[in-house]
């Protein structure tokens, strides 16, 4: 069962999330000019919270325009998250290797950890059902989380 079907949601719905989710993604990675120029523990946070909140939304959904929000909520986190893995890969990797810094990040993040969620989530949806698998990604993202809120002022390089 999907999360959708989880609160009588239909394929109809599926579409109609992921389509206002991929809208409000691109409208905040076109105002990436403006996003990077919030302070770093900002975005750190916001990228933090973001899906932090979509999840604690969709745990209480019992209907879909609450999943919907959710995924609106989390898609703008996306879409300041994006820019953000631009800055890191920017500072951290050396001139001569940027583009490899580039993929080996955007790879790592839309592939690898695409296939390692779907796979722990399927898995835990099946055995144990959509909320114990919400309970699991909330407790997880509390990790990220704590972490964006601990972290110390930038180091410079």
């Known amino acids: 069962a999907t999360i959708i079907a989880s609160v009588n949601g239909t394929v109809a719905d599926i579409g109609i999330d ?35 909140i979509m999840l604690i939304l969709t745990f209480i959904a019992t209907s879909t325009p609450l999943v919907f929000l959710g995924t609106f909520i989390y898609n703008i986190g996306y879409g300041v998250m994006l820019p953000l893995m631009r800055y890191i890969t920017e500072r951290c ?19 690898a950890s695409a ?5 722990y989530s399927g898995a835990i ?31 410079t390089m």
């Open 18 to 52: 992921a389509f206002f989710g991929t809208m409000i993604q691109a409208a905040f990675i076109f105002l990436a000019g403006y996003t990077n120029k919030l302070p770093l523990k900002l975005r750190y946070l916001i990228v933090t919270f973001m899906p932090w």
């Open 93 to 111: 990797v050396n001139k001569d290797l940027q583009n490899l810094g580039q993929n080996i990040a955007d790879s790592t993040f839309t592939s």
């Open 115 to 119: 296939i390692l969620s779907l796979l």
């Open 125 to 155: 949806i099946d055995t144990f059902g959509v909320k114990a698998m919400l309970l699991l990604c909330i407790a997880i993202s509390s990790v990220a989380c704590l972490m964006a809120c601990f972290k110390k002022k930038e180091a």
